[in-house]
């Protein structure tokens, strides 16, 4: 009797064709990894915007400035101040009822880095949102990155400033893409 060693054409054709399907099926659920990623992150920062919220309340609760219908200035060259440093040493951390209220203070109570962007919106509501750089919709406007709005469709938190004092902060911190798993 004759042992062959190896595959002959035909099993080779059929692994390859397997393995063919199996890539098919597989790689749009690979390729979106990315997005996946995004959203996660978009997620994380939802979750690190009510902790550092929380802790920057209780810190001005001690300081007894959270009650209060107008906007407390924080200055950063103040010894009981300085836990807030704002994004240029000429502005002061801004807070409304104990929760930041100026993009700066937002920035620099939540450490965000430089692949963020704040959009600022409303009129006696605040609205910021939160993004991805990548994800700024550079083509409706001319101007910085706070000037853009973020791509329809994509994954950002949405803060409002409540002067009324009837949202939680779990209503006021939200992600407002219905997309974003």
């Known amino acids: 009797m004759k042992l ?3 595959f002959t054409l035909i099993e080779l054709v059929v692994v390859i064709v397997v393995l063919a399907i199996l890539t098919v ?5 690979f390729l979106s990894i990315n997005e996946d990623a995004d959203v996660s992150v978009v997620k994380g920062l939802k979750g690190a915007l009510s902790s550092s919220f929380g802790i920057a309340y209780g810190k001005l609760i001690v300081d007894e400035h959270d009650v209060t219908n107008r906007v407390i200035l924080l200055d950063p060259r103040d010894p009981e101040d300085a836990w807030c440093k704002p994004i240029a040493p000429e502005v002061q951390c801004s807070f409304a009822y104990g929760y930041p209220s100026s993009r700066g203070t937002i920035k620099s109570v939540t450490e965000l880095g430089d692949d963020w962007n704040i959009n600022q919106s409303g009129g006696d509501q605040k609205v910021f949102k939160i993004y991805l750089k990548k994800d700024a919709d550079t083509t409706s406007t001319e101007g910085t990155y706070s000037d853009f709005s973020p791509l329809a469709g994509s994954c950002y938190v949405e803060y409002i400033v409540d002067y009324t004092l ?3 902060l779990d209503d006021r911190i939200r992600i407002a893409n219905k997309n974003c798993g």
């Open 4 to 6: 062959t060693k190896g």
């Open 25 to 29: 099926v597989a790689a749009p659920r």
């Open 166 to 168: 009837g949202l939680e």
